[in-house]
């Protein structure tokens, strides 16, 4: 039998049009009850990587839909719960407070950052995952390790590493910082296979309603689809969703590799659409590869090794719109940043002038050890920290 992905497009911005849009979905794939039974424990995993430029820059799962999918669990006899932990280097909490789920927490949703210093996800736990490529253990939560099922709320968006980033990478968020930095180390696509194998999301519901194309996955630009799709069969959804972005499901990293793996299929005459048709809304996304930052000299270059995790792609990226709002763009001018655990065969060392090639992070240290190379100490550093090592001190920088 063939997989469903409904696509529904939203008739306004208010609660009640995301929450219409929603159920409808939910109700293009035959209700809940084949996969939420009462008293399941359920988490509701949206993505709130960090903070966003706006709550509704595309970058951030809105609330509106994860109360939606709250409710429709609830209404199935499940319990249901809210839970996210930030990117390495950013605070859950800030993001819940930037994108409205403190309002969701005043009436009574459970929102839980898996991070808290007060354990709201329960203490920390060893997972052990059979069968796995790369993955075959993770640090998580006993809140993920005790429950029934897991939805995945993503939002619609391009990705630097991952060309797209939806359901599948956005359980990453259920992982401690450790086993997000090593996801990163030992190879990111194989290993988010390996979790989704392993935690089973039984439904993902794509917030396309405000998505981001470019620079991925915090700083892109909005585009408004005003869409929610969802499916059952999460690479399915997927592969649905990338097509509408403008990928061809085998372009999609993960999409291909889940479906080698076989946690879905990815090809599109399988697959049913109710709702609207893909050549309807479809829209094609800027990659992130064909995005520049004005002002960022040519002769610029950024060396990231696969091993480069969120944390420092996003902080290189930062640091340039904060040297460009700062009037600091002239140093790039010639210069190297390079990120993750580099070596030789990364970049020509003949080639490399020491004062203009700045390593960003704790996984570039024994690099920039072994040049004599500038050096940003975190793990991702703060924006100071960075744009400091490479102005080399040479003027002064009051921002954070």
């Given amino acids: 039998m063939n997989s469903t992905v409904s696509i529904r497009k939203t008739c306004g911005n208010d609660f009640e049009d995301i929450r219409e849009a929603v159920d409808r979905v939910i109700e293009d794939l035959g209700g809940l009850e084949d996969i939420i039974s009462p008293g399941d424990r359920v988490i509701i995993k949206p993505n709130m990587v960090a903070v966003p430029m706006s709550r509704l820059s595309g970058a951030v799962t809105r609330w509106e839909v994860c109360l939606a999918i709250y409710e429709a669990v ?44 007060d354990k709201q996800g329960g203490e920390k736990c060893r997972l052990v995952i059979d069968d796995a490529e790369i993955a075959h253990g993770i640090i998580t939560w006993e809140l993920v390790r005790d429950a029934d099922a897991v939805i995945t709320v993503p939002v619609m968006k391009t990705h630097d590493q991952t060309e797209i980033t939806l359901g599948m990478k956005n359980l990453k968020g259920l992982l401690a910082d450790d086993s997000k930095k090593k996801f990163h180390r030992d190879g990111l696509i194989e290993s988010v296979v390996d979790l989704n194998a392993a935690l089973k999301p039984c439904l993902e519901i794509v917030d396309g309603t405000f998505a981001a194309e470019g620079t991925g996955p915090v700083f892109g630009e909005t585009k408004e689809m005003d869409l929610i799709i969802g ?40 697959i049913d659409i109710a709702g609207e048709r893909i050549a309807d809304v479809a829209s094609r996304f800027v990659r992130s590869c064909e995005t ?109």
């Fill in 74 to 117: 609830k209404f199935a006899g499940g319990t249901p719960v809210i839970a996210e932990s930030a990117s390495v280097g950013a605070d859950t909490e800030d993001v819940i407070l930037m994108c409205g789920y403190n309002r969701l927490r005043e009436n009574g949703v459970p929102v839980v950052d898996l991070k808290s210093k």
């Fill in 231 to 270: 499916s059952k069969d999460i690479v399915a959804c997927e592969a649905v969703t990338g097509k509408i972005m403008g990928y061809e499901p085998a372009e999609v990293p993960i999409t291909a590799a889940a479906a080698a793996r076989g946690l879905g299929t990815m090809d599109l005459s399988e």
């Fill in 292 to 400: 520049k930052i004005d002002g960022v000299a040519d002769s610029f270059r950024m060396v990231l090794d696969e091993s480069a995790c969120t944390g420092c792609r996003n902080t290189v990226v930062s640091v340039l719109i904060d040297m460009k709002e700062a009037g600091l763009l002239k140093y790039t001018e010639g210069l190297t940043v390079i990120a993750g655990r580099a070596d030789d065969s990364m970049i020509d060392v003949r080639d490399m002038v020491p004062e203009k090639t700045v390593c960003i992070g704790a996984c570039a240290k024994k690099f920039a050890d072994r040049y004599g190379l500038r050096w940003a100490e975190g793990c991702p550093p703060r924006n100071r920290i960075a744009i400091d090592a490479i102005v080399g001190g040479r003027e002064e920088y009051d921002g954070e």
